[in-house]
T-cell receptor, first 113, second 112 residues
Framework: GAVVSQHPSRVICKSGTSVKIECRSL??????MFWYRQFPKQSLMLMAT?????????EQGVEKDKFLINHASLTLSTLTVTSAHPEDSSFYIC?????????FGPGTRLLVL | GENVEQHPSTLSVQEGDSAVIKCTYS??????FPWYKQELGKGPQLIID?????GEKKDQRIAVTLNKTAKHFSLHITETQPEDSAVYFC???????????FGKGTTLSVSS
């Protein structure tokens, strides 16, 4: 089936630095990708919808200047957490529709010290 | 917007028993209902899905039923095995290409 990859799988950074997470659709093109955040023992919460060639759409309560999304090609979307703080520590997961099914990446564990 | 409720939050069964997880949705326009299995530290994996034009779908030990009138759908796992232990999420969307709205998840534990 369709495959979505993420890089890195795990990142540790200091407070105040920026971290970039990549999401790639490996065998299909995706004009739209989605970014979710998952805190421990909780469900996936949609952060934003990434649109190829246009601005991302953010969910209510998600700061667009803090979570920068770039969808520069049909197979790559990036999420940059700017000026990261410990409360941004979480599991970030991207997804994309491959045909009629939505596939998820393996997730990126972010730890901000 | 859509709201998905999922029950129970935890479920413990003996190996070989059946497990049932139920979800309700609020948006009558929703027409796609996938179920995902998530193991610790990994992304969700699709295990089965159903669209609103059918009432039931089965894949080996896993089945999903949908009641559009009542706006609820259920996951059925028969002959459970220890490797079925994981967190299961239901989700809903109203058209292909849009984001999924997830339930809060069910932690299934299968003891041998």
């Amino acid at each position: 089936g369709a495959v979505v990859s993420q890089h890195p799988s795990r990142v540790i950074c200091k407070s105040g630095t920026s971290v970039k997470i990549e999401c790639r659709s490996l065998d299909f093109q995706a004009t739209t990708m989605f970014w979710y955040r998952q805190f421990p023992k909780q469900s996936l919460m949609l952060m934003a919808t990434s649109n190829e060639g246009s601005k991302a759409t953010y969910e209510q309560g998600v700061e667009k200047d803090k979570f920068l999304i770039n969808h520069a090609s049909l197979t790559l979307s990036t999420l940059t957490v700017t000026s990261a703080h410990p409360e941004d520590s979480s599991f970030y997961i991207c997804s994309a529709w491959g045909g009629e099914t939505q596939y998820f990446g393996p997730g990126t564990r972010l730890l901000v010290l | 917007g859509e709201n998905v409720e999922q029950h129970p939050s935890t479920l413990s069964v003996q190996e070989g028993d059946s497990a049932v997880i139920k979800c309700t949705y609020s948006d009558s326009a929703s027409n796609y209902f996938p179920w995902y299995k998530q193991e610790l530290g990994k992304g969700p994996q699709l295990i089965i899905d159903i669209r609103s034009n059918v009432g039931e779908k089965k894949d080996q030990r896993i089945a999903v039923t949908l009641n559009k009138t009542a706006k609820h759908f259920s996951l059925h796992i028969t002959e459970t095995q220890p490797e079925d232990s994981a967190v299961y999420f239901c989700a809903a969307s109203n058209q292909a290409g849009t984001a999924l709205i997830f339930g809060k998840g069910t932690t299934l534990s299968v003891s041998s």
